[in-house]
């Protein structure tokens, strides 16, 4: 987990010219403070997306799938209890996927899903092919993807969802209403969630969604993959390149 860059750490680094992040959400970043001192604070949209988008899929799938709990009964030797989770199992295929936000993530994930047969509905402030509620209200299978700003904050109450419908969150924790996320899942209102961000980050081993046998969770690692490394890397040195040369600077949110 990676520390915010701070007003104080800001503080503390007298000669630094740069907040490069490795990723496109800067609200770890303190802007203000960065701009009060003229520090330029750049992102790196697209770098991470298809690694994002993959695991978005896989999130999809092992809720579908249930594979936690298929690969724990293999390992507790209960081989034939697994059989009482078939009433679970689902497809891709035949049900309406929706996506919050239409950046470069889910513009990877939309031909895939409809390749794979799932009709798909998406909305975002600038671009959509069905309203809020639509996609809310209709998607089995509901999909974030939006920067977490005042205005998105906890923009989605699963108990607005579809009933039975699966919540997939790869964006930030904070644009879900947490306590209609728990309410919708301990009622049986949602069938599942796959979650690799959260309201508090470390999750708590005590919180209770870590116990919720229809949550898949991961440690906010969708980005992370060695291609996304490399393409990440590639573009810091780029900036840093172009900082020491006077040049402009990509991607500069501030």
């Not at 799938?61 to 081989?79: E, M, N």
């Not at 697994?82 to 891709?92: M, N, R, S």
């Not at 969150?169 to 961000?197: K, P």
Request: glycine fraction near 10%; charged fraction near 20%; aromatic fraction near 4%.
């Amino acid at each position: 987990m990676l520390k915010p860059v701070t007003a104080h750490v800001i503080e503390r680094a007298p000669k630094l010219k740069l907040i490069q992040k490795i990723g496109s959400g800067v609200n770890t970043i303190d802007i203000e403070a960065a701009k009060r001192r003229g520090i330029a604070v750049c992102n790196l949209p697209g770098t991470n997306s298809r690694a994002v988008a993959e695991m978005t899929l896989a999130l999809m799938l092992a809720c579908l799938r249930r594979l936690p709990q298929l690969a724990q009964s293999v390992r507790d030797g209960r081989w034939l209890d697994a059989w009482q989770l078939q009433d679970g199992f689902g497809e891709i295929g035949g049900r309406t996927v929706g996506l919050m936000g239409y950046g470069e993530v889910p513009k990877i994930l939309a031909p895939i899903l409809a390749a794979m047969g799932a009709r798909v509905l998406y909305w975002s402030r600038s671009k959509a092919n069905a309203d809020f509620g639509a996609v809310m209200g209709q998607s089995d299978i509901l999909s974030l993807h939006l920067p977490l700003t005042r205005e998105t904050a906890k923009l989605v109450d699963p108990r607005r969802m579809k009933r039975g419908a699966i919540l997939v969150n790869t964006a930030r924790g904070g644009l879900v209403d947490e306590a209609g996320l728990l309410e919708a899942l301990r009622d049986g209102h949602l069938a599942a969630a796959g979650l690799d961000v959260y309201g508090e980050e470390p999750l708590p081993a005590t919180h209770p969604l870590i116990a919720m046998p229809n949550v898949v969770c991961a440690p906010h690692l969708a980005w992370l993959t060695q291609e996304t490394l490399e393409r990440s890397i590639d573009a810091a040195l780029d900036n840093a390149r172009r900082l020491a040369e006077g040049r402009p600077l990509l991607n500069r949110v501030a």
